[in-house]
């Protein structure tokens, strides 16, 4: 304990201001845990909704579906530690696609009435492109993937993806609740040697969901202003997407202000960006087809952009950290 | 090489009698060596496909099974320089803006040679994904109509590549050859690449799958097109080259250029598109070399390449070694232990990568490995996404001992607030 003290003290005197002084554990307990423990307690209802009755048109099936899905946008930045182990971020929501592997894995699946949706077991086997929330998705709002032509299979399927998101955030949430909330709090571990890198590990993720946002929510739907890309809007089938830009926004915003000590001009920036989105009337970006409207959601990815740039030069810097590398870094 | 090994000599010398300027020169000749092997390695991606153009160019003036068989050993050739040169895709904007041009991937293969029927017909996101070039001397793309009567490397560059905005509609580079050497693999997870016949490539009444002679020319032009890219790029590191140029300018902006390479290769790219994707999805598509089943030495040559930049020498296709001040030698003079993680990491990264290799080598293929529940072979390629992933974090660790920020390149928006209205 000593030890831990003195080498605390020696990193703080080499540079005054430094992630050192975030507080760990309010961030893990308030944003992470409670965040994880909102998932698996909605993807438990969605899970007995589902067995209760799974049909499409089963009003509140649907709402739980909506409900849950929220609660798993609010922690989608935190791509790290336990969301990666046996792929379960993948596997809970599977976004963006640009080859269309889900539409492909389900029917692939309805085609051969594959029995490996029968047990738990054989399902975590099948490609994350049929698994998690992406999926649901398609089996409750596509027509194309109505129930009529096989409504047994359909139900099971239905079925097994509602029970799998449940299997995956209870071990999402008693991962972090059991284990990997301590190292990254405690810190002096393999893991995360000095609270300066558990500080640059949260700066990362809430960087790299800033990033996913602009990106990849806004930008894959907006493409290029000769070809907008609509179709491309995540989660459209079921009206969402307008809905996962605002709720990550809200979400992030949380955790800049545990990480900024409450930065008033981060914290603005983030306001500025929340009113435009809820100002948009636009659910599923379909109005980047037209000037006017693709427009208007240029403005709201530059908002998201000027977030960004806070961080990344004011932020950051004032912690003595940047950020690390993140999945979009590739292509 | 002699140069190299001297003022090493004169560095360690200079170490001794003045830190401070010593400190300022260390860095300037790691970025040196990194040059040095950035031209090396073009250099020799740019030889190999050489062999490779004199290949396809025997191969369409006496198309014959060994001619074909050539060829694509001499493509395979080529991959082992160019695989390895990806470490210095990201960060520097010379390369990462040019990539696209040799190295572009996933591809739909319908826009240029005809594909199975289960291939599918347009989608959703690619009108063009069947257009076939080689079958059809005009057609219409985004709307006007394009004369491919003669088959060009300015068609495929100019007209073709990336058409009607979409990435997967790639037609120069590696990976378009490698379609045109092996056609499309057809068996699913089953053992086996793609079988094209060399008649396909044969003229009048022996030709196979039709329009012979414009498959030819497309292979040509493609080949060509590649050298010309690949002699742009050793240009770029010469001497006096831009590339070189802008990696030395700075030394710190230089030392985060070489990290942001490692980490995004290592990460974004390697482990996480390119290899996890493909097991979780199950999808032999997902290959990085899906018609040549090659993909066990693209991941391989990648993690090579990580490691020879860290470590400041380069082992060239003619054998000899470039090499110099590196990385290694500066992170060891300010924290011994974080160099020798380092080491490590990059080494068992490369040795599982390496167990990946050696099983396809012996008959299990990649997309064998990749098949619904087949746990060895998820096991073999996850051993190597988590050894980039773990080689990640050490990267992380030196860039914040070196006091450096890795700078990634690719968001317009964020580099060019104005960007988006253009």
């Known amino acids: 304990m000593r030890g831990a003290l003195f080498a605390v003290a020696l990193a703080w005197l080499a540079a005054p201001v430094l992630g050192d002084d975030l507080d760990l554990k309010s961030i893990v307990q308030e944003h992470i845990i409670d965040g994880y423990d909102d998932l698996a307690h909605h993807a438990s209802w969605l899970a007995l909704h589902a067995e209760a009755n799974c049909d499409p048109t089963y009003p509140p099936l649907i709402a739980q579906f909506h409900l849950a899905f929220d609660q798993w946008v609010n922690v989608s930045h935190l791509r790290f530690g336990p969301s990666e182990v046996d792929d379960r971020a993948f596997a809970l929501a599977f976004w963006p696609d640009p080859r269309s592997a889900t539409p492909k894995a389900l029917s692939a699946l309805m085609r051969n009435q594959d029995e490996s949706v029968l047990t738990p077991e054989a399902f975590k086997d099948v490609s994350v492109a049929a698994r998690g929330f992406y999926a649901l998705e398609h089996l409750l709002f596509d027509p194309a993937f109505a129930p009529k032509s096989a409504p047994d299979y359909h139900c099971a399927l239905t079925r097994a993806i509602s029970r799998e998101i449940l299997a995956n955030a209870i071990a999402l949430r008693d991962d972090w609740r059991e284990s990997y909330g301590a190292l990254l709090v405690t810190t002096e571990n393999d893991t995360y040697r000095t609270s300066t890198e558990a500080a640059r590990q949260l700066f990362t993720a809430l960087s790299a969901g800033l990033e996913f946002t602009s990106q990849t929510r806004l930008g894959r739907p907006m493409g290029t202003f000769e070809h907008p890309r609509p179709n491309r809007a995540e989660a459209r089938r079921s009206g969402r997407s307008l809905r996962h830009v605002i709720l990550s926004l809200q979400a992030t915003r949380d955790l800049a202000a545990l990480i900024s000590n409450e930065n008033e001009q981060l914290d603005r920036a983030f306001k500025v960006a929340i009113e435009r989105a809820i100002a948009l009337d636009d659910p599923v970006f379909a109005g980047v087809a037209t000037p006017q409207g693709r427009f208007e959601v240029e403005v709201l990815q530059q908002s998201i952009d000027a977030i960004r740039d806070i961080l990344a030069d004011e932020v950051g810097p004032s912690l003595g950290i940047a950020a690390g590398f993140n999945s979009m870094d590739g292509d | ?240 080259g831009a590339a070189r140029a802008e990696a030395t300018a700075d030394a710190d902006a230089g030392l985060a250029t070489i990290l942001t390479g490692m980490g995004s290769l290592s990460y974004g790219e390697t482990a996480g598109e390119r290899m996890r994707l493909g097991v979780m999805l199950n999808d032999p598509e997902e290959e990085h070399s899906c018609f040549a089943d090659n993909t066990h030495n693209d991941h391989f040559y990648n993690g090579l390449g990580i490691q020879s930049v860290y470590l400041g020498s380069y082992t060239r296709v003619d054998g000899t070694v470039v090499q110099g001040p590196s990385l290694s030698d500066l992170v060891a003079s300010m924290d011994a232990d974080l160099d020798a993680e380092m080491q490590d990491k990059l080494a068992a990264a490369v040795l599982a990568l390496g167990r990946i290799k050696t099983a396809a080598e012996a008959g299990f293929s990649y997309d064998m490995m990749l098949e619904r529940g087949n746990d060895a072979g998820e096991a073999l390629i996850m051993g190597g996404v988590n050894g980039l992933i773990d080689q990640t974090r050490s990267i992380e660790r030196v860039v914040a001992a070196l006091g450096t920020s890795i700078e990634v390149e690719g968001s317009d928006s964020l580099d060019n607030p104005d960007a988006v209205f253009e």
């Not at chain 2, 010309?228 to 006096?240: A, C, F, I, K, T």
């Open chain 2, 1 to 240: 090489m002699k140069i190299l090994t001297l003022a090493k000599g004169a560095l360690a010398l200079g170490l001794g009698t003045a830190a401070t300027a010593g400190g300022h020169a260390d860095k300037a000749a790691v970025l040196d060596t990194y040059a040095d092997i950035a031209e090396a390695t073009y250099a020799d991606s740019l030889v190999t496909a050489q062999q490779l153009q004199s290949a396809v160019e025997a191969l369409l003036a006496n198309p014959s099974a060994e001619a074909l068989e050539s060829a694509k050993s001499a493509w395979l050739a080529a991959r082992v320089p160019y695989q390895q040169s990806e470490v210095f895709r990201f960060g520097n904007a010379i390369v990462d803006d040019w990539e696209g041009k040799v190295n572009a991937w996933p591809l739909d293969e319908g826009l240029i040679d005809y594909v199975d029927a289960s291939y599918g017909g347009p989608t959703d996101e690619n009108e063009a994904a069947v257009l076939n070039v080689i079958a059809n001397a005009s057609f219409t793309l985004s709307g006007q109509t394009v004369d491919a009567s003669v088959i060009t490397p300015a068609l495929l560059e100019d007209t073709l590549q990336e058409a009607d905005g979409v990435e997967a509609n790639v037609a120069t580079g590696y990976h378009a050859i490698e379609f045109l050497l092996w056609g499309q693999d057809l068996n699913g997870h089953g053992a086996g690449a793609g079988t094209r016949p060399w008649t396909d490539y044969a003229l009048g009444a022996t030709c196979t799958g039709g329009n012979c002679e414009r498959r030819g020319d497309y292979l040509k032009a493609a080949t060509d097109l590649l050298i010309s890219d690949l002699e742009w790029m050793v240009s770029q590191w010469g001497p006096d």
